[in-house]
């Protein structure tokens, strides 16, 4: 197994994901397996992550961002403590989703990909969260809302802020 040392630019991994890595690296089409892992441990995979997973499983650091960046699921930066995912499905969409992103961005003064200063919030549009006869909808971590409007919006994040 490599070596754990945390060197300059590089990221300290749990025996958790370094054991999954080792039981994983030699499958076919283990990357995303331990992509997801590595997200499920840190919430997102960060530069220094890539780098230590490429040199872990032997493959070139081109091939793991390409992977990272085809997904929409794998995220590239730290997300906000609550991330607020918005169905972007076509019932949602066309029932106003579009409007409760631009809202909740003006209210926690957000731009896209980004996230509050106090870390606590942001913003992920996703193509479907499967609750269609609720549209429009959004989650807040395992916490589901349908049939919302810009009106609700405030209270939802008020929800969160303590």
């Known amino acids: 197994m490599a070596d754990n040392a945390?060197?300059?630019?590089?990221?300290?991994?749990?025996q958790e994901?370094?054991?999954?890595?080792e039981e994983?690296?030699?499958?076919?089409?283990?990357l995303i397996m331990i992509l997801h892992k590595t997200q499920e441990i840190f919430g997102y995979i960060s530069r220094p992550a890539a780098e230590?997973?490429?040199?872990l499983v032997g493959?070139?650091?081109?091939?793991?961002?390409?992977?990272?960046?085809?997904?929409?699921?794998?995220?590239?930066?730290?997300?906000?403590?609550?991330t607020i995912s918005v169905c972007l499905g076509t019932a949602c969409y066309l029932k106003g989703a579009q409007d409760l992103i631009d809202e909740i961005r003006k209210i926690l003064n957000?731009?896209?990909?980004g996230v509050t200063e106090d870390g606590l919030f942001s913003v992920d549009p996703v193509r479907c969260i499967g609750c269609c006869g609720l549209a429009p909808v959004l989650t807040v971590g395992t916490d589901t809302y349908g049939k919302?409007?810009?009106k609700d919006i405030p209270d939802i994040i008020a929800k969160y802020r303590g």
């Open 52 to 55: 230590k997973l490429s040199r």
């Open 148 to 150: 919302i409007s810009k």
């Open 110 to 113: 957000l731009e896209p990909n």
């Open 17 to 21: 994901l370094l054991t999954f890595i």
């Open 59 to 82: 493959i070139p650091l081109a091939r793991v961002y390409g992977v990272i960046t085809f997904y929409h699921f794998f995220k590239t930066t730290k997300p906000g403590k609550h």
């Open 6 to 14: 945390k060197t300059e630019g590089d990221i300290s991994f749990p």
């Open 24 to 30: 994983w690296k030699d499958k076919p089409g283990s």
